[in-house]
């Protein structure tokens, strides 16, 4: 089965940028697609297929993918993207959620 | 308005069977492929199942292969899951998830999500 590794935490100052990484066996192949997901709500969707954002997540946030490893980038972070962000991919037909990370903007 | 509403979650013994159901509205159910997407309490996300928008094509999670059926109503816009021989483990929130395009055509994201249905399996 295929494995995505997150960091269960990050931390980010009021402002700045944070990333959160996703690691995968040459995950640079695939699509990878990231959701954020606040205390008692569902997932929403906010970065799909790289580099495309819906229309309402605010361009702060972006990604890369390359080699093993994909990254979530969100700058000039606000208190408002505190969160849990999910990484995940198809792989054989089968989705895939890596671990989760909880970002914390202090 | 794209809403996807879930509904027969609840208390069920270990062994026991619970179907669930997602009815979905603002778009047109049958060009999209669908999911159930499960969340234990206070862990990460868990794909469980995946139909394409014909219906034809079933894929499943190794974790509930064999006792999970997914199925789907195109014409009453509702999507189901039968689950067998619960276990403790399946406790979780159950979302039911749109693929933003058919799983037939690619490697889609969950674009739209119900706010979820507790299963919890206890004696």
């Known amino acids: 089965s295929y494995d995505l590794t997150q960091p269960l935490s990050v931390s980010v100052a009021l402002g700045q940028t944070a990333s959160i990484s996703c690691g995968g066996n040459?995950?640079?192949?695939?699509?990878v697609h990231w959701y954020q997901q606040k205390p008692g709500q569902a997932p929403v969707l906010v970065i799909y297929?790289?580099?495309t954002r819906p229309s309402e997540i605010p361009e702060r946030f972006s990604d890369s993918n390359s080699g093993n490893t994909a990254t979530l980038t969100i700058s000039r972070a606000q208190a408002g993207d505190e969160a849990d962000y999910y990484c995940?991919?198809?792989?054989?037909?089968?989705?895939?959620f890596g671990g989760g990370t909880k970002l914390t903007v202090l | 308005e794209v809403q996807l509403v879930e509904s027969g979650g609840g208390l069920v013994k270990p062994g026991g069977s619970l179907r669930l159901s997602c009815v979905v509205s603002?778009?047109?159910?049958?060009?999209?492929?669908m999911n159930w997407v499960r969340q234990a309490p206070g862990k990460g996300l868990e794909w469980v199942s995946c139909?394409?928008?014909?219906?034809?094509?079933?894929y499943y999670a190794d974790s509930v292969k064999g006792r999970f059926t997914i199925s789907r109503d195109n014409a009453r816009n509702s999507l189901f899951l039968q689950m067998t021989s619960l276990s403790a483990e399946d406790t979780a929130v159950y979302y039911c998830?749109?693929?933003?395009?058919?799983?037939?055509?690619?490697?889609?994201?969950?674009?739209?999500w119900g706010q979820g249905t507790l299963v919890t399996v206890s004696s």
């Open positions: 998830a749109r693929n933003y395009y058919d799983i037939l055509s690619g490697y889609p994201p969950f674009d739209y």
């Open positions: 603002g778009f047109d159910f049958s060009a999209y492929s």
């Open positions: 139909i394409s928008g014909g219906g034809s094509f079933r």
């Open positions: 040459n995950i640079g192949s695939k699509n």
């Open positions: 297929r790289h580099p």
């Open positions: 995940q991919v198809w792989d054989s037909s089968t989705g895939v």
